[in-house]
């Protein structure tokens, strides 16, 4: 379709989920704000949906403060339609449907992102569904797949199998050949992992991950871990020679004492990171091989948003809450409205 001469009648404010302070879900309440100017090289999108994300939380904490030059509002990733763009942006038009990996902003009517960082909304996902992918999908690519640690046939080891970046590694490490464990807890997560098409399902409250990972494929090549603290030790010992292990957070904790000389012997590689710092140029380029590689699997049914719930701004306190809990099966999206 061509939207070339489509315009919006734009507002001068917008409603915007804010933080009164650093510190629980209750310090999350709505305002108002200036609507977004977009930048030269940014697009301005109408917010359809906004996914949250564990660093949204960690941010509310006061514990990941947004980069240089980013909105001091929460949330990385959003879907809606483009209603205004910068002088130098091309490829995309006035009235594009996208999803955004955005630095901040996302909690709000509006929110100016990179145009570099926007992709269409893949074949066969609704717009508010989409919300829920860019964030993960990011994730899980820049940090398996981009640097081709994970190879068809190898084993990958996802820990937190029905979060959002866990769910996301299950999907991609099937549809690019991997045999996939992942652990969970209670049995209702599992079952939500198994249905995602992990191929071994580890009650982390039942089994040792280390022993069944270790007899039933040799060990993991690759390890996606967001548990920490005593994780990391038994990761080590998970893996398989030559493995790589990657360390995305630290839900019970990142200080700790272990033997590291596992990791000579067995040529582990141990690595982190954190997407929000990374140069744009290095999102825009990871945005263009999911363009490429992933999205196209998403109208063939091999990868899919699954929401869990869905919560209007004005219930964002809410949305936090159950996400702390670690008890939803699925992605938690918030949508502008009461």
Known sequence: MNHSKQTFELPSDMAAVEMTAAGGPEMLAVGRRPLPIPARSEVLI???AAGVNGPDLMQRKGLYPPPAGASDLIGLE??????ATGTSVTGWQIGDEVVALTNGGGYAEYCAVDAGHC??????????????????FFTV????????RLTANGTLLVHGGAGSVGSTAIQLGKAFGAKVFATESPAARCDFCKA???????????????????EEAGGANVILDIVGGPNIA?????????GHIVQLAFAQGSRLEIDL??????????TGSTLRSRPAAYKTRIAAELREQVWPLFATGQLRSVIGH?????????????????????KILLVPGT
């Open 261 to 270: 000389m596992p990791i000579m012997l067995k040529r582990i590689t141990f």
């Open 234 to 242: 038994k990761n080590i010992k998970a893996a398989a020679p030559d």
């Open 196 to 214: 995602l098409g992990a191929d071994r399902v580890i009650d982390y409250r039942e089994e040792d991950f280390v022993g069944v990972t270790r």
């Open 78 to 83: 959003v879907s809606g339609t483009i209603v």
């Open 46 to 48: 109408r917010v359809a």
């Open 119 to 136: 992709l269409p909304v893949p074949n066969g996902v609704s717009l508010q569904a989409a919300a829920g992918i860019p964030e993960p």
């Open 141 to 148: 690519w820049s940090n398996i797949f981009e640097p081709k």
């Open 310 to 330: 869905v919560f209007p701004f004005s219930e964002a306190s809410a949305a936090h809450a159950l996400m702390e809990q670690s008890s939803h099966l699925g």
